[in-house]
């Protein structure tokens, strides 16, 4: 029996207003269309050559006004020349923020404190790509490296993201995520997988470590996966990266090895920044055979943490079917650092384990979205995410 395609475009949104920032041109707390990024985080092409950008540059007529998009003290307001023009930067000490291009810029003293969305300058003609003019803007964590920025920006606009399905074949299945090239980049990609054990419905949550910035696969076709107990491949083929004002494709590939096992939904999460949001990215059933069906149902799972939110500490339910072998649960933040293992006891059957919100260190974890994946024999079963809340 082969099953009809069923396929839905419609995104939905989960977008959790957690974290205070403000967008440095329009001085709003999510952007709008005064926030066209022009010029994405990342690798890119300048005269013929490649270099990291390690900003975003954001859209803005010349001596359009900038606001703070974080508070903290005055670093440096001044003019440093060449391509910079002038500069105002601003750190709490764990967080800086860095605004380039300026033609002006406040004439307060390093030190002073600048509140979220305070006037700090305006924006100039210099910088890459200067005939568009734009704000180059920068994220720098306490150890002054320079991250996405939309990874704590809120940003959840996610209209213009499309997927259509290329390929519905018996063992080769693929569809295509598109992003514009003005929208936002995915940094963090779920994939759940549902399908049918005969006796109720069985998810395998696949998290995929997949940035289209700091990740970006050079050859297409190298990132191969294997899901749902090595019965499904997935290989993620990249298409039109460079240069960056193109829109940003992938195309997801599912191979098949054997005729068992009857999947029916797939779904993406997308992370693209610190406020999460949650966008379906279809639903689809694949084509294969449901009358001869066969699976094993000695599955190693973890559930939901409960409770979620959590503060300090959550529980972890899961269990362990067969070939166990050094089981523990590992714990990353949303960039996807290790924070913390959890070695569990190699005993069959259900189980629970308690995460006291402390890192390897031994120190609380901050709020946020983290991710939660069993490793069993040295591979990961399952992934899930929970959400610290202070
Ligand atoms: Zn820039």
């Given amino acids: 029996m082969k099953t009809n395609l069923f396929f839905l475009l419609n995104f939905f949104l989960l977008v959790s207003n957690l974290f205070s920032w403000t967008w440095p041109i329009s001085n709003s707390n999510s952007p709008n269309d005064s926030d066209t990024i022009t010029s994405p985080f990342g690798p890119r092409l300048l005269d013929n050559q490649y270099n990291f950008h390690k900003g975003i540059d954001i859209h803005a007529n010349e001596n359009t006004d900038v606001h703070a998009a974080y508070s903290g003290s005055l670093v440096v307001a001044e003019y440093q020349g060449g391509n910079t023009g002038g500069i105002v930067s601003i750190s709490d000490g764990t967080q800086k923020t860095v605004y380039m291009h300026l033609n002006s810029w406040t004439n307060l003293v390093p030190g002073s404190y600048i509140g979220e969305g305070d006037w700090i300058g305006q924006s100039g003609g210099t910088g890459a790509g200067a005939n568009d003019p734009h704000l180059h803007f920068e994220y720098r964590d306490g150890t002054n490296h320079e991250l996405h920025p939309l990874m704590v920006m809120p940003y959840n606009d996610n209209d213009n993201c499309q997927t259509e399905m290329l390929e519905d074949d018996n063992r080769d299945w693929k569809f295509r995520l598109k992003v514009p090239s003005d929208e936002l980049d995915i940094d963090y990609f779920f994939l759940d997988f549902e399908y049918y054990d005969g006796y109720g419905t069985v998810f395998e949550e696949l998290y995929v470590d997949y940035s289209f910035r700091e990740n970006i696969p050079t050859t297409s076709g190298q990132n191969s996966i294997n899901v749902l107990n090595g019965n499904w491949t997935m290989t993620v083929h990249t298409h039109n990266f460079h240069p960056s004002h193109t829109d940003q494709i992938v195309d997801f590939q599912f191979t098949s090895n054997s005729p068992d096992i009857y999947m029916i939904t797939v779904e993406g999460d997308f992370y693209t920044a610190k406020d999460v949001w949650d966008g379906s990215l279809g639903f689809y059933n694949f084509p294969t055979h449901a009358d001869d069906f066969v699976i094993s149902n000695n599955l190693n799972l973890i559930h939901q943490n409960h409770p979620n939110p959590f503060n300090p500490s959550t529980t972890i339910s899961y269990s362990l ?58 591979k990961a079963v399952q992934s899930r995410k929970m959400m610290m809340l202070k």
């Fill in 321 to 378: 079917a067969d070939n166990i072998k050094n089981p523990k649960i590992e714990i990353y933040n949303i960039k996807g650092q290790l924070v913390r293992a959890l070695e569990l006891p190699e005993e069959q059957g259900a189980n629970t384990v308690n995460w006291d919100g402390r890192n390897k260190q031994d120190n609380p974890v901050s709020s946020g979205v983290y991710l939660y994946r069993l490793v069993n024999d040295g």
